[in-house]
């Protein structure tokens, strides 16, 4: 399968209009990442994003004293990267395979410079990545719920 074909079936570009994937193809490329495999770490460069196809991939976030705390598993259909569209251009979250991951991996600089070129497009995929983010931050919050809780209360006699 071209990659082409990997963004014409991908649920993130749904309904995107046909004349952009082709545009979007020039900076795209498969890869597989195997299990264990760390994509990057919070405060890397964000320099890529993917469309994830098949497999997992697990975000985490570094919180001291608890080394890298994991907030998120994304599988196939999902999203993996937004920091790459917002400066200073570095990963808010680390991310680690869980299993055997396929992807199309997109090179951000030339997607940010289609987007500057075309509004309609560059609205449109900021939109849906806005989205990606809100489910982000979201999870997040959770997460820090689960570790973190709310103080019980103190029971007077």
């Known amino acids: 399968m071209t990659p082409l074909e990997m963004l014409r079936e991908h649920p993130f570009l749904a309904d ?3 004349q952009w994937l082709p545009r979007l193809d020039g900076y795209a490329r498969p890869v597989v990442w195997h ?3 760390r994509l990057f770490r919070a405060g890397q460069p964000a320099e890529r994003f993917w469309l994830v196809r098949g497999g997992e991939v697990a975000l985490d976030f ?3 004293g608890r080394g890298d705390v994991g907030i998120e598993t994304i599988g196939p259909g999902g999203v993996l990267g937004w920091s790459w569209l917002f400066p200073p251009y570095r990963w808010q979250f680390g991310a680690v395979a869980v299993r ?3 992807t199309v991996e997109f090179t951000a600089e030339g997607v940010r410079r289609l987007m500057a070129s075309d ?3 560059g609205r449109e995929l900021t939109t849906r990545f806005m989205a990606v983010v809100v489910d982000r ?3 997040s919050r959770v997460r820090l719920l689960d570790l973190y809780g709310y103080p019980t209360p103190v029971s007077r006699p």
């Open 16 to 18: 995107l209009p046909a």
């Open 137 to 139: 931050l979201q999870a």
């Open 62 to 64: 570094p919180v001291p």
């Open 35 to 37: 299990p264990g495999h």
């Open 119 to 121: 509004d309609r497009l």
């Open 100 to 102: 055997r991951t396929t």
